[in-house]
């Protein structure tokens, strides 16, 4: 597993920029799965994840799977607090798995960590090949 942070994406983000932060940049095209943070307290953030879809597509990691982590709850005023830390959101016509956390607090880092784990369970699964598929491991004699 890798992880790295890709500096957040801004608005109008200069190519030559991109072209410096092309090495963290290829990490995400390389990756198995994104976590896509976003900070929640930014009234903006539909703008930002747009702006963050437009650049993986453009770095060819467009169908790497995320999963959002909507980060700052505890900057939230109460009437906009999520009703539940973990839901599913359609990002690009796709449901991904949300997750509401505050790395300041620690609430809802458990259900990362939880959803983290599906995910792996999820690929190593999808990685296994059928016993009765799989090559021997050694020749027997004929």
């Given at each position: 597993?890798?992880?790295?942070?890709?500096?957040?994406?801004?608005?109008?983000?200069?190519h030559?920029?991109?072209d410096?932060?092309?090495?963290?940049?290829?990490?995400?095209?390389?990756?198995?799965?994104?976590?896509?943070?976003?900070?929640?307290?930014?009234?903006?953030?539909?703008?930002?994840?747009?702006?963050?879809?437009?650049?993986?597509?453009e770095?060819?990691?467009?169908?790497?799977?995320?999963?959002?982590?909507?980060?700052?709850?505890?900057?939230?005023?109460?009437?906009?607090?999520?009703?539940?830390?973990?839901?599913?959101?359609?990002?690009?016509?796709?449901?991904?798995?949300?997750?509401?956390?505050?790395?300041?607090?620690?609430?809802?880092?458990?259900?990362?960590?939880?959803?983290?784990?599906?995910?792996?369970?999820?690929?190593?699964?999808?990685?296994?090949?059928?016993?009765?598929?799989?090559?021997?491991?050694?020749?027997?004699?004929?």
């Amino acid at each position: 597993m890798s992880l790295s942070d890709t500096v957040g994406f801004i608005r109008d983000l200069p190519h030559g920029l991109i072209d410096a932060f092309q090495a963290t940049l290829q990490e995400a095209v390389d990756a198995d799965l994104l976590l896509h943070v976003v900070d929640a307290a930014n009234p903006g953030f539909p703008e930002q994840i747009e702006q963050v879809q437009r650049v993986l597509a453009e770095i060819g990691a467009a169908d790497i799977p995320q999963v959002l982590v909507f980060n700052k709850i505890d900057a939230l005023e109460k009437d906009q607090q999520p009703l539940q830390l973990r839901d599913m959101y359609e990002l690009d016509g796709v449901a991904v798995p949300r997750l509401f956390v505050s790395a300041r607090s620690g609430a809802g880092l458990a259900a990362l960590r939880e959803q983290l784990l599906l995910e792996l369970a999820g690929r190593a699964a999808a990685d296994t090949i059928p016993p009765q598929d799989a090559a021997p491991l050694h020749r027997t004699a004929a």
